[in-house]
T-cell receptor
Framework: GQQLNQSPQSMFIQEGEDVSMNCTSS?????WLWYKQDPGEGPVLLIA?????ELTSNGRLTAQFGITRKDSFLNISASIPSDVGIYFC???????????????FGQGTILTVHP | DAGVIQSPRHEVTEMGQEVTLRCKPI?????LFWYRQTMMRGLELLIY????????DSGMPEDRFSAKMPNASFSTLKIQPSEPRDSAVYFC???????????FGPGTRLTVL
């Protein structure tokens, strides 16, 4: 099946630093999504990307859909303590059929921000 | 509006017992997803429904797992009999129009002893 390789697995940074993480896949995806999960909670959608090359921002977050459609990255600028959590990428394959509803998730990046 | 509601939030049971997890999706959402999250395997889709109809259950690990959605406001995931390897956090998510707009519930942490 499809696999997403997300890196890095964990990051320890100082408040105010910028953060970058990425996902790569052996398969082409039609949609890339980035989620954040806080302890004891479900993932929350941060950014959705629908077109190759698309660059989308949500506040201090910026994500891009790779040209090859096999990768995506997420940047967080000027990190703050509440950015702590686990960040997941997810890819969606198709626009039709039973695969439409399936998301494949990366393993997650654990972000720790030191004040 | 209330988000996705899951119950119980925590469940501890003994091997061999039946476990039923419950989910109330956000009103008006046509899609409902069940996921399992473990350290080893990450977040995995088990099954999803569209308009109460199961569309893809290929992620259900084995026959011990079953899911139902009797109406638009309620779904269950049942494990019978439960095994220690079923210990995980189970999430329900709902969406108004597909997997790219889904809202996750807070999860049920299941421990099978």
């Amino acid at each position: 099946g499809q696999q997403l390789n997300q890196s890095p697995q964990s990051m320890f940074i100082q408040e105010g630093e910028d953060v970058s993480m990425n996902c790569t896949s052996s398969s082409i995806f039609n949609t890339w999504l980035w989620y954040k999960q806080d302890p004891g909670e479900g993932p929350v959608l941060l950014i959705a990307l629908y077109k190759a090359g698309e660059l989308t921002s949500n506040g201090r977050l910026t994500a891009q859909f790779g040209i090859t459609r096999k990768d995506s990255f997420l940047n967080i600028s000027a990190s703050i303590p509440s950015d702590v959590g686990i960040y997941f990428c997810a890819g969606q394959l198709g626009a039709g059929g039973t695969s439409y509803g399936k998301l494949t998730f990366g393993q997650g990046t654990i972000l720790t921000v030191h004040p | 509006d209330a988000g996705v509601i899951q119950s119980p939030r925590h469940e501890v049971t003994e091997m061999g017992q039946e476990v039923t997890l419950r989910c109330k999706p956000i009103s008006g959402h046509d899609y409902l997803f069940w996921y399992r999250q473990t350290m080893m395997r990450g977040l995995e889709l088990l099954i999803y429904f569209n308009n109460n109809v199961p569309i893809d259950d290929s992620g259900m690990p084995e026959d011990r797992f079953s899911a139902k959605m009797p109406n638009a406001s309620f779904s269950t995931l049942k494990i019978q009999p439960s095994e220690p390897r079923d210990s995980a956090v189970y999430f329900c998510a709902s969406s108004p129009g597909g997997p790219d707009t889904q809202y996750f519930g807070p999860g049920t942490r299941l421990t099978v002893l």
